[in-house]
């Protein structure tokens, strides 16, 4: 061989051995990689000492950043250690009375500290009594926490959402049902708790008290005038009491009623009924057949007259008026009548403009009222409600078991009648011609 040609021979053999340094270098650099990265991602129970950066070969890229590693969840964990995760916990307002004792309701299986079995609420919690009839469906099916947060909230007794809020994430119907209604009865807009137990109870509904006691322990005001007061409305101590006339939830009238006045007094006072001053007339049957209606009758307001729950007066009236057929005149005791009438119908003794009942001037109410002995009362000549004459004059009078006739009839300037307590009499209300002195 030449000196040339041995001298080619050796500068290839250094550039091939050059070449293969390299290539060795970028083969330990990625093993290294690696083993970086799968020693991130085993746990170990002793720290590994991260190895030695091994320093790139001259011209090769620096390899990626390793990412950094996740702490794995504990395998175990002592009883009370829960709220080393579980910190939200207790900063609820209202927690559960064993929060700090988890161990208490969450009963360890095995030494994992997420493998347990729940203890049932009814353990602890015996809401259900023996005379409870009715249980709210939740309570029944052992789904407690349909209401109730387990551990804490910031409501009363851990509920989810309070009052009204809560009932009605069930009871979709009655949500709507209110939405629609003008009237909602102030428990129902606030806590429905109020009158339904939201356990169990021995009423239907979960009512907790299923009388007009539930509607009185609010209503303190008339419990006091029903027990005080001398004539108590049936209505409100039979059958549904309260609600026979009052819907519990909502209405589209004031004070939840179910119906008008009149729809409502009707639907009892469709038939004669026994009372401790006697009977009282079928009502809807007298209406039907009568049909000069009162005003108020007219206006379909019963209760302009008489008052819903209990009065002092006879027939549950709202103001003095006489039981009697006769009564010695006293203002106090027209109170109701002159609620609408002017009181002068019995006061004034001549008048042109008071009342189309006189003879000529002379007032013909006054004379039949005002009166120290027998004084005859409005009821003496006119029905209440309604009746077939004009001016709802009756018929009959009753005068003991008599129905005196009154046989009155109308006029063009006023009228007769010739009832049993004086001789036919006639009235007009022209007034009297004044004669000249020559007698024209």
């Not at 249980?135 to 009204?164: I, M, N």
């Not at 039907?288 to 302009?304: E, F, K, S, Y």
């Not at 002068?344 to 009942?357: M, S």
Request: proline share 8%; with cysteine; hydrophobic share 30%.
């Amino acid at each position: 061989m030449t000196l040339l040609g041995g001298r080619r021979c050796g500068v290839i053999a250094g550039r091939l051995s050059n070449r293969w340094t390299a290539v060795a270098i970028a083969i330990a650099l990625t093993a290294a990689s690696v083993v970086r990265a799968r020693a991130a991602q085993q746990p170990s129970a002793a720290p590994v000492k991260a190895a030695a950066p091994t320093a790139p070969a001259p011209g090769a890229s620096s390899p990626a950043a390793a990412p950094a590693p996740k702490a794995a969840p504990p395998a175990t964990a002592a009883a009370g250690t829960c709220v080393s995760c579980h910190a939200a916990v207790p900063k609820h307002t209202a927690v559960h009375p064993k929060l700090a004792d988890c161990v208490s309701c969450h009963v360890p299986k095995t030494k994992d500290a997420h493998a347990f079995d729940d203890k049932k609420c009814i353990v602890c919690h015996q809401m259900v009594k023996k005379n409870d009839k009715f249980v709210h469906g939740p309570v029944a099916a052992g789904e407690c926490l349909a209401c109730h947060d387990p551990h804490g909230s910031d409501e009363p007794a851990q509920v989810r959402v309070f009052g009204s809020d809560l009932c009605q994430k069930c009871h979709v119907d009655m949500k709507a049902r209110l939405a629609e209604k003008r009237f909602t009865h102030a428990p129902v807009k606030e806590d429905c708790a109020t009158c339904h137990n939201p356990h169990a109870s021995p009423s239907k509904y979960q009512i907790r008290n299923d009388s007009a006691e539930q509607c009185l322990a609010c209503h303190k005001t008339l419990r006091k005038e029903l027990v005080t007061a001398r004539v108590q409305h049936e209505a409100v101590a039979v059958d549904r009491e309260c609600v026979n006339c009052h819907d519990p939830h909502a209405s589209d009238l004031d004070k939840q009623l179910k119906g008008t006045s009149m729809q409502l007094c009707l639907s009892c006072h469709d038939r004669e009924q026994d009372a401790p001053s006697g009977k009282v007339q079928n009502v809807k049957g007298w209406l039907q057949t009568h049909t000069d209606l009162h005003g108020p009758i007219r206006q379909q307001d019963c209760v302009g007259c008489h008052l819903p729950h209990d009065s002092e007066h006879f027939r549950l009236l709202r103001k003095d008026y006489p039981e009697t057929f006769y009564s010695p005149y006293e203002p106090k005791n027209y109170e109701l009548c002159f609620t609408c009438h002017q009181p002068d119908l019995a006061k004034v003794e001549r008048t042109a403009t008071v009342t189309g009942f006189r003879d000529g001037d002379l007032n013909l109410h006054f004379l039949h009222v005002n009166r120290t002995e027998k004084g005859r009362t409005c009821r003496a000549c006119h029905e209440a409600h309604s009746s077939t004459e004009p001016k709802h004059l009756r018929d009959t009078v009753p005068f003991g078991d008599w129905q005196m006739p009154i046989g009155y009839t109308q006029t063009a300037d006023g009228g007769r009648c010739a009832p049993g307590c004086h001789l036919p009499k006639t009235y007009s209300r022209a007034l009297p011609r004044t004669v000249s002195a020559g007698g024209k």
